[in-house]
């Protein structure tokens, strides 16, 4: 046989086995999927385009053969890469099921449902359709359907008329927003009534009083989206830079981390054109986070390190102290991976964040390491992430799968696509078509 031939037998007998994959997918046939792919990977024939190719008549599949709640679940796993998806999304939504309203809110997010599509819906006698009308009352003239819809029994349809409200902008919503932000049973929901209100012009009033009421009774996620509501340029003018000032001034937590973010990046101005932060505002807002960065619990430590915006000298400072000053080695990987973002610094950090990423290390703490270093595009970690692969955690896996398609070597993570668990197959299949 010459070595000509031999070269085509090899390029005919991958494509057939790419081809193979994909077949195999379509029919839901994992173990046909990992003997075609097996082989490509081995030899290093299976390129991005291919595993995209087998990625989707993964996802397709998952979406049209799955039942009941698995079938919501599997639409539910698919909504980062939905824009691709969106013919196999639209035909789900056309049966009347939990799965089909996951398939038309999911279009509905993508732009690919119209408003007037959706509030053909407000009449079902399912909750889950139900909700998607309440996405559509976005109308002058459906504000009294709004208003009905913020005090509905289901809480489903609730967040769906939150969230209208936002897009509706209707200063006639805000007390009511304010009232479901204080009343509703459903932590979300409140938190979606908090920021609808961030979204609507106020017109003066006392919106900024009122979520400072609320702040008192409010856990410390809504307490995030109180600060931040604080900002928007709406509340900002009519009180809400204040409010945030005393936050600063007197407070702690996750709330006041995102608020002391919050001005430390902000170049909004003020209602004359003036800067909103004037200096001493700004350098309590750089002590906080150097403060929590130094001192807090772990949860508010991480937070911080997260948020902490890297064009102050002192939080660069706070943070690099984090790197090596704490026994706890959890936020000195978080640490690690913010300094990973300053460009003079890089190299050393992602030296030392090695050792992080290491088997040697805790499981929850590499895994991390990896993730960030990837990100970073750092193929050193390239055959440790592989390895997770193979993890018995599922989300272990799927962190894998990140981290190689941010390394844009998302090939590697198609055995993936041939996974026992349906959710690591679709979430895998997703990541490696959002990545393309």
């Known amino acids: 046989m010459s070595p000509r031939f031999r070269a085509f037998l090899f390029i ?48 397709v599949n998952a979406i049209e053969s799955s039942k009941g709640d698995d079938a919501q679940a599997r639409v539910r796993d698919v909504r980062s890469c939905a824009t691709a998806l969106s013919s196999t999304l639209d035909e789900r939504s056309k049966t009347h099921d939990a799965a089909g309203a996951e398939a038309a809110a999911t279009l509905f997010d993508i732009g690919e449902l119209s408003e007037g599509s959706a509030r053909r819906w407000l009449v079902d006698t399912s909750d889950d359709w139900r909700a998607i009308g309440a996405r559509g009352l976005v109308r002058d003239e459906d504000r009294a359907a709004r208003s009905k819809a913020l005090v509905d029994p289901s ?28 009343v509703d049973p459903d932590l979300m ?6 920021r609808a209100v961030s979204r609507i012009d106020p017109r003066g009033g006392d919106v900024a009083v009122r979520l400072h009421d609320l702040w008192s009774t409010s856990d410390d ?42 001005v430390i990046m902000g170049t909004r ?9 004037d200096a001493e505002t700004r350098k309590s807002a750089v002590a906080i986070l150097v403060r929590t960065i130094d001192e807090a619990p772990r949860r508010d430590r991480l937070l911080a390190i997260a948020m902490a915006p890297l064009s102050s000298d002192d939080v660069r400072a706070a943070i690099r102290r984090a790197t090596v000053e704490t ?13 990973l973002e300053i460009p003079t610094e890089r190299a050393a950090a992602a030296k030392t964040l090695l050792a992080f990423a290491s088997p040697t290390s805790p499981e929850h703490v590499a895994r991390r390491a990896r993730l960030a270093l990837a990100a970073g595009g750092e193929l050193s970690v390239q055959a440790w992430i592989e390895a997770d692969l ?46 393309r």
């Open 12 to 59: 005919f007998l991958v494509g057939c086995g790419e081809s193979a994959a994909v077949s195999a997918a379509r029919r839901g046939d994992s173990a046909a999927v990992a003997r075609a792919i097996e082989p490509a990977l081995r030899a290093g024939k299976l390129g991005d385009d291919d595993a995209a190719r087998i990625a989707r008549a993964v996802a």
């Open 155 to 182: 809480v489903k349809v609730r967040r769906a008329s939150m969230r209208a409200s936002a897009a509706a902008r209707d200063t006639r919503d805000v007390p009511a927003l304010l009232e479901a932000a204080r």
């Open 189 to 194: 929901a409140r938190s979606e009534a908090v």
């Open 221 to 262: 996620a809504l307490r995030e989206d109180i600060a931040r509501a604080y900002m928007s340029p709406n509340i900002a003018a009519s009180g809400g830079a204040e409010e945030l000032r005393g936050l600063l001034a007197a407070g702690h937590g996750p709330g006041v981390v995102s608020g002391a973010a919050i």
């Open 269 to 277: 101005m003020g209602p004359n054109g003036e800067p909103m932060w």
């Open 327 to 339: 026994n706890d080695l959890e936020t000195r990987e978080a640490a690690l991976s913010r300094t």
């Open 390 to 435: 193979k993890s018995p955690e599922p989300e272990a896996r799927l962190l894998a799968a990140s981290a190689l398609v941010s390394l844009h070597r998302g090939a590697r993570a198609a055995p993936l696509l041939a996974d026992a668990d349906a959710h690591v197959r679709t979430s895998a299949a997703c990541a490696l078509l959002a990545g």
